[in-house]
């Protein structure tokens, strides 16, 4: 395996790792939201709303990074790097979410823009949890039981 498909597999592993752990902690938070107030009942403050915001953020930047790394898997595929960043322009194209340039942009420049996505995400998290733990905390954290 040649250093590029080496390096294209590793982002793809990475992106679907963290989208999916990132992914499912948010639902997890949206879900622990309703049964943390237990019988006093959910209601929808405009805490609990802003959190609800940052959780499908969260969820449209996982889904998103899963689709980054099928085109980095995509690339991977390809023998050559030239060859699979212009099938993945292809198919950007084809799917009309980007026209196609001249000059192609090279893999290492993807990448980091993918790990730009992955810092909101994870920007987006740490302000869904620590609103979670704000709205817990300000009802009493009452117990389940």
Request: charged residues 15%; glycine residues 6%.
């Amino acid at each position: 395996m040649t250093q590029w498909k080496s390096t294209a597999a590793a982002a793809a592993r990475s992106l679907g790792r963290n989208s999916i752990v990132c992914g499912v902690t948010a639902l997890l938070t949206l879900i622990a939201g309703p049964i943390t107030q237990g019988y006093r009942g959910f209601a929808l403050s405009p805490g609990w709303l802003s959190m609800l915001v940052f959780c499908l953020v969260v969820l449209a930047l996982a889904i998103h990074l899963l689709f980054d790394a099928l085109l980095f898997r995509l690339a991977s595929s390809h023998e050559t790097e030239a060859a699979g960043l212009a099938a993945v322009d292809d198919l950007l194209s084809r799917m009309q979410l980007r026209k196609p340039d001249r000059t192609p942009a090279r893999l290492e420049r993807r990448i980091a823009g993918s790990r730009r996505i992955v810092w909101q995400q994870r920007f987006a998290l740490a302000i869904c949890l620590l609103m979670f733990a704000v709205q817990f905390t300000a009802t009493g954290g009452t117990p389940l039981c």
